[in-house]
């Protein structure tokens, strides 16, 4: 892939280069390999042309349903942004936690961390919890149809 800019930062031509190794991939200039603060400017742009559409998004569905309200957290990347539009968007969201019980320790670390954090109220379920009796009294998961236990 062709781009401008060293690690994204537009001061010259370069070829970004992928090398794979068995616990990670590395993304590299020819001078020298690029940090997250690289990854960060080289993408700050479409970051803050994306969010006003992602936060209108997050209030118009949420105006349009009137189900409570939560952000279904994991504690990967993913569930992070998500929490963070729909803090923009909603203002404090408890946090929906699907503990499978074969969580790293990592995992709980992050949810209470991040919890503490944005300081909202985490909701868990757990690995004992059935889903055939779960699915009798509320019917089968659905975008339309969440509960939080």
């Not at 603060?37 to 479409?46: L, M, S």
């Amino acid at each position: 892939m062709k781009s401008t800019g060293r690690c994204g930062t537009g001061t010259y031509d370069e070829t970004w280069r992928y090398h794979q190794d068995p616990e990670k991939y590395l993304l590299y200039d020819r001078y020298r390999l690029c940090n997250m603060d690289d990854a960060v400017r080289a993408n700050t742009r479409v970051i803050e042309r994306a969010e006003p559409a992602a936060v209108g998004f997050v209030q118009e569905i949420t105006r349009s349903i009137g189900l409570q309200r939560n952000v279904s957290y994991s504690g990967g990347k993913d569930s992070l942004a998500t929490l963070l539009v729909v803090t923009k968007a909603l203002g404090k969201t408890p946090l929906l936690f699907a503990d499978t019980g074969f969580e790293f320790p990592e995992t709980y670390e992050n949810i209470d961390a991040v919890s503490q954090h944005y300081r909202v109220n985490v909701v868990k379920t757990n690995g004992q919890t059935r889903f055939q009796e779960l699915f009798d009294r509320h019917d089968p998961p659905a975008v339309n149809a969440r509960v939080v236990l």
